[in-house]
């Protein structure tokens, strides 16, 4: 069935460093790709999303290219900070309308 | 995640108690999900809705049932809490009617709740 693996956590960052947490895919069709942020103690947050192959969804200064022939969509910010810290899922969409999750990847970014 | 309300925020049972969460939104959404979040596993879907009267199974939907009686309220219910269902609840929901639709979902703030 369709899946999203990440890579694990915690990821632990100095502020102002650069940021990538993978994410690939496994889905039959066309799905559409996600990035949501927890913080603590809150629901989920869209951050970015795209709809096709090569498009690149972008917010906050985080983006992520939807890569078909890789089946990836990783999450990358050119220099975090201490307020980036929280729980990042990667989602896809199928064509069912069902929305999967990956386990998520929490980050902590250090002054 | 305004628009969509989660009640109630915590609750602890016993073991064989049974409850009902309710989600609530007023975006006049027609699809409704509930999920279950634990640690290292991500949000599975228990159950979904595609509108008023309908519900579907999601991935993990053993020992839960939901309700749809009212387009703007999706109710989950526990019959006899088990200790595995100690988890936090989350609701969603998503305003078209193409099933297929990239419209992101919104979601409530969660449910956290502990069977002892």
């Known amino acids: 069935g369709d899946s999203v693996t990440q890579m694990e956590g915690p990821v632990t960052l100095s502020e102002e460093a650069f940021l990538t947490i993978n994410c690939t895919y496994t889905a039959t069709g066309y799905p559409s790709l996600f990035w949501y942020v927890q913080y603590p103690g809150e629901g989920l947050q869209l951050l970015l999303k795209a709809t096709k192959a090569d498009d690149k969804g972008s917010n906050k200064g985080f983006e992520a290219t939807y890569r078909k022939e890789t089946t990836s969509f990783h999450l990358e910010k050119g220099s975090v900070q201490v307020s980036d810290s929280a729980v990042y899922f990667c989602a896809l969409r199928n064509q069912g309308g069902k929305l999967i999750f990956g386990q998520g990847t929490e980050l902590s970014v250090k002054p | 995640n305004a628009g969509v309300t989660q009640t109630p925020k915590f609750r602890v049972l016993k073991t064989g108690q049974s409850m009902t969460l309710l989600c609530a939104q007023d975006?006049?959404?027609?699809?409704m999900y509930w999920y279950r979040q634990d640690p290292g596993m991500g949000l599975r879907l228990i159950h979904y809705?595609?509108?008023?009267?309908?519900?579907a199974k999601g991935e993990v939907p053993d020992g839960y049932n939901v309700s749809r009686l009212k387009k703007q309220n999706f109710l989950l219910g526990l019959e006899s809490a088990a200790p595995s269902q100690t988890s936090v609840y989350f609701c969603a929901s998503i305003g078209t009617g193409l099933i297929n639709s990239n419209q992101p979902q919104h979601f409530g703030d969660g449910t956290r709740l502990s069977i002892l």
């Open positions: 809705s595609v509108g008023e009267g309908t519900t």
């Open positions: 975006m006049n959404h027609e699809y």
